[in-house]
């Protein structure tokens, strides 16, 4: 259990480990009943670099030790990202979110993470380092296949910058069993630019979980909102492009169908709401 | 293996146990601390449900490593005050008094949990006490005894 950073990045150096925060995702594996645990551990829950959220330079910056418990406290997070604390509140239970962090969330790379449609919505960018130094990847370009990151072995996941782009607004929703405790069925988040009433939308991001094996962009959909405003048209045509755009699959928690029609119908109302009306 | 050392129920206790053994494991096979249930022991039940320094966390997804200088609360720690005139926690009499319990396999966590929100300042809000045991099952009371009775205890109500 390092204390250190350079600690840390040596172990790591020297052979895999599998990094350890709070436990909630790996502690399941632990009494190997479902499948092997892993070899080696590396707790990082006392690594001071990875605490803490700040505002530098007109982005928000999260460690990566910071839990949902935190998130959901955070005056930081409420004022200028209200959608991530939402986000927070829906994950697992209060036992779950005083233990679970952002890091883990992206570092376990699940397609139903709750926090990853959020990030790829606000073109978050993680930071990670390892004894060579730090690196910083857009998240669109860090969840690379079915719970496969662009983390290195010898890294770590440190923190994650969000920008606070002016006037973007960001929404945030999660549909699974029940309202809490649940795995999502699907996980979405959408932001857009704001220009004022006669302008057209800008920078529009629809971010969705649980319906591919990775986090994904519905870039089709997010053309059709792109340069255009929430009138009834646009946005029935945004839900419809939504439906046709999306490969879900059947599994033991929904339906490939279920999860295209309850995506269309969720995106369909964040849009009515921002259309206001 | 390394001693890990920290205090459970308010006394000194130290375990010579592998850093990922989980600390639901220590209380009840190391220290005899039974109350302590295991449900699913993988985070979705909360009858593991103790307290990590105030906060409520489910035993079973703790590796001990984490414990080490650390401050936990079991069921069995919630009475100490409380005992030394003879008694109960509040919380557990407004359980008794509401019926809040039948199979019992939920309580201790069910307690904790409502132990940790009552501390953190939670009020008689049925939602927002839904809210703070909404990771902890129960398959008898239909939870409508268990608010009621945390509840009562938020205001001041309970016996």
């Known amino acids: 259990m390092p204390s250190r ?7 790591l150096a020297a052979a895999p480990h599998v990094p350890i925060a709070g436990g909630t995702d790996l502690m399941v594996r632990i009494t190997g009943e479902i499948g092997d645990p892993p070899e080696r551990l590396l707790d990082v829950s006392r690594l001071p670099e990875l605490e803490g959220i700040s505002l530098e330079t007109g982005e928000l910056v999260i460690g990566a030790a910071v839990t949902y418990t935190d998130l959901r406290r955070s005056a930081l997070c ?6 991530l604390v939402e986000a927070a509140a829906t994950i697992g239970a209060v036992q779950i979110q005083n233990r679970g962090t952002i890091g883990g969330n992206i570092a376990n790379a699940s397609p139903a993470g709750d926090i990853l449609p959020i990030l790829l919505a606000t073109d978050a960018r993680i930071i990670t380092g390892s004894a060579a ?9 860090f969840f690379t296949a079915y719970r496969r990151t662009a983390l290195a072995s010898d890294e770590l996941i440190l923190r994650v910058r969000i920008p606070l782009t002016p006037g973007r607004e960001t929404r945030f929703r999660k549909v699974g069993t029940r309202r809490a405790q649940a795995i999502s069925k699907v996980v979405m988040a959408v932001s857009w ?6 302008a057209g939308w800008s920078d529009v991001r629809v971010a969705l979980g649980s319906v591919a094996p990775t986090p994904i962009r519905a870039a089709a959909t997010e053309a059709v909102l792109e340069g255009a405003r929430p009138s009834p048209e646009v946005v029935d045509r945004a839900a419809e492009t ?19 029609t309850v995506a269309a119908r969720i995106l369909h109302r964040i849009l009515r709401d921002a259309g206001g009306w | 293996m390394s001693a890990i050392r920290f205090l459970v129920n308010g006394a000194p206790a130290e375990v010579d146990v592998p850093g990922m053994r989980r600390l639901l494991d220590v209380l009840r096979e190391e220290l005899g601390l039974t109350g302590t249930k295991e449900g699913c022991g993988e985070g979705e039940c909360g009858a593991c449900s103790v307290l990590l320094d105030g906060q409520v966390v489910d035993s079973c997804l703790v590796p001990m ?19 030394e005139r003879g008694a109960l926690d509040t919380l557990q009499e407004a359980f008794l008094t509401y019926g809040a319990a039948q199979c019992g396999i939920c309580t201790p966590g069910m307690l904790m949990a409502a132990r940790a929100y009552l501390d953190g300042g939670g009020g008689p809000d049925h939602d927002t006490i839904r809210e703070a045991i909404a990771g902890n ?11 009621g009775a945390i509840a009562a205890v938020a205001i001041g109500a309970a016996p």
């Open chain 1, 5 to 11: 950073l350079a600690e840390a990045y040596a172990l």
């Open chain 1, 78 to 83: 409420r004022e200028h990202l209200p959608a």
């Open chain 1, 133 to 141: 130094g730090e690196r910083v990847t857009p998240a669109a370009a």
């Open chain 1, 193 to 198: 630019r704001d220009h004022g009433p006669s």
């Open chain 1, 242 to 260: 939504l439906a046709a755009e999306l490969r879900p699959i059947d599994d033991v928690r929904s339906t490939a169908t279920y999860r295209r």
């Open chain 2, 65 to 83: 490593a984490q414990v080490d200088g650390r401050i936990v609360r079991t069921v069995e720690g919630l009475a100490l005050a409380a005992r």
């Open chain 2, 137 to 147: 099952l129960c398959r008898c009371t239909g939870y409508q005894k268990i608010v």
